[in-house]
């Protein structure tokens, strides 16, 4: 979906609460006036892209917190991009850089350094597009690393290796088990 058109009204209420604030009255009377800022935004990594006008995580230059343009290696039948360690570190996103790449983007045609356009939030007093944003928790880590070192721990093909596990999935289920999450009762 065209991103702005769902995010306008909430851009345009977020300015406004920036800017006039909410007035109200405490229990004595008094008029106060509190104004808001969008400082965070958590959102999962496939809605992140479009929300910053980036290339998803898997295009040249899709990593949406570094200028780091990945590479394409075999995977299985077919390829993935991956980002690997590189020295010197790329250069962390800006706002103004991310700015000046959706200038030169729309100049262009196409993308620069994965940037596609300008995300509406750039409108928003207070709101860094580029560092504002969570890493993902859910796709990153639990579908992403915690999934490959499980894999690897029960795969039958790892079998004769010191790390596999799937022997021994009767003691990992009673050790589980006997785990008891905290309680305030």
């Avoid at 290339?55 to 991009?81: D, I």
């Avoid at 996103?93 to 620069?112: F, N, S, W, Y």
């Avoid at 994965?114 to 504002?132: E, M, N, Q, Y």
């Amino acid at each position: 979906p065209n991103m702005a058109t769902f995010l306008k009204p909430f851009v345009e209420d977020m300015k406004a609460l920036y800017s006039t604030g909410i007035s109200w009255m405490d229990t004595e009377d008094r008029l106060h006036t509190t104004r808001c800022l969008t400082l965070l935004a958590s959102v999962d990594s496939v809605a992140r892209a479009p929300l910053q006008g980036i290339k998803q995580y898997n295009g040249m230059y899709g990593c949406s917190f570094c200028l780091h343009p990945g590479e394409v290696v075999p995977k299985g039948a077919g390829t993935t991009r991956i980002y690997r360690l590189s020295v010197p570190m790329p250069a962390i996103r800006t706002k103004q850089h991310m700015l000046e790449c959706a200038r030169e983007a729309c100049d262009r045609g196409e993308p620069v350094k994965g940037v596609k356009h300008a995300s509406i939030l750039h409108l928003i007093p207070g709101f860094d597009v580029a560092s504002s944003f969570s890493p993902d928790y859910m796709h990153s880590v639990l579908l992403g690393v915690v999934r490959q070192v499980v894999n690897l721990c029960l795969d039958s093909a790892n079998h004769g290796k010191e790390f596999y596990f799937g022997k021994q999935l009767d003691k990992a289920d009673k050790l589980m088990l006997s785990m008891t999450p905290p309680s305030e009762s």
